[in-house]
């Protein structure tokens, strides 16, 4: 009976520390998204925050690389989890990009922000379609580039507007100003290469 016992106890545990390891990769994305909406309210309600957003941007990235990490580790991907990670990160790079937008009229950077928008909500489109029928829409390799891309551009762009105009503010505007276009530019036939691969693969799959 005692044998009996602890072989019940060590599956409890298994069985414990198996839900762990389906519930933590997607608690991460949640809490993530829930991030991304308080940035959401930052970015509408104090647009002059940037060291806030800055602030909010490096959990929201760093759940962004260990999510996908660990369910990729403990083999627990889900066709939710990978819905959430993709909406978690188009609800940050879509609002930093309106952002950008919105403080930069008239320039090549509004012009280059506006263009990963019009990217960025067509792969959006195609995950909302690969979440409805319930399939698990993996990242392309050169989409997990871009991301990467998109995210260093949208801190360097903080970090820049953060700094501006303090004792911080030690490194040429022009510095910057290349850094982030160059970026940005190389993200945008990324961007467009990852919405023609999921478009590709969505109508193989009709």
Request: charged letters at 15%.
């Amino acid at each position: 009976s005692s044998l009996c016992e602890i072989d019940t106890k060590a599956e409890r545990r298994c069985e414990v520390k198996e839900r762990l390891k389906r519930c933590i990769p997607n608690t991460i994305t949640l809490c993530g998204l829930v991030l991304c909406w308080v940035l959401i309210f930052v970015v509408i309600f104090y647009p002059e925050s940037t060291g806030v957003m800055l602030a909010l941007s490096t959990p929201i990235l760093v759940s962004d690389w260990l999510d996908g990490h660990l369910a990729r580790k403990w083999h627990v991907v889900s066709a939710f989890g990978a819905a959430a990670d993709k909406a978690r990160d188009k609800a940050y790079t879509l609002t930093m990009f309106a952002f950008i937008c919105w403080c930069n009229p008239h320039t090549w950077l509004y012009d280059v922000a506006a263009c990963l928008i019009a990217l960025e909500s067509g792969l959006l489109i195609m995950c909302f379609i690969g979440a409805a029928q319930q399939k698990v829409v993996s990242a392309f390799p050169v989409g997990k580039v871009k991301m990467w891309l998109e995210s260093a551009a949208i801190v360097a762009y903080l970090v820049h507007a953060t700094a501006k105009g303090t004792s911080w503010d030690i490194i040429p505007e022009t510095f910057f100003a290349s850094i982030i276009l160059l970026v940005f530019v190389i993200s945008v036939p990324f961007a467009a290469m990852s919405l023609q691969r999921h478009f590709v693969r969505h109508l193989s799959q009709i």
